[in-house]
């Protein structure tokens, strides 16, 4: 972001920051289905996810297997046993699968 009257840009994070009159902006966006399986990624940043609201708390707990509170902390504990839980609940479905796949005629 660059205000009126600066000659640099600066790094700000503009979910949480107002923008004022004739200031510019560069805005860098992500898009697709992600990078990498849900279960490996960093439990701090899903929470970070869902206390910027771009994910909700069910589907930190239903997609990345993240355990939140209902105020939001993270249950570290529960969240290694449901990602285990997934996990080999992922790999037996990828196994059924493949075998499907490999008996087929």
Not at 17 to 24: A, F, S
Not at 85 to 101: C, E, N, P, V, Y
């Amino acid at each position: 972001m660059k205000k009126q009257g600066e000659s640099e840009f600066r790094e700000v994070n503009l979910s949480r920051h107002p923008v004022p009159r004739d200031t510019e902006v560069i805005l860098s966006t992500g898009s697709g289905g992600g990078w990498g399986d849900p279960l490996e990624r960093d439990p701090g940043m899903v929470q970070w996810d869902v206390i910027e609201d771009f994910v909700s708390i069910s589907a930190a707990r239903e997609r990345y297997g993240v355990v939140l509170g209902d105020d939001g902390s993270l249950d570290e504990a529960a969240t290694r046993a449901l990602r285990s839980a997934l996990a080999a609940r992922s790999a037996a479905a990828g196994t059924a699968a493949h075998k499907t796949l490999s008996d087929a005629p």
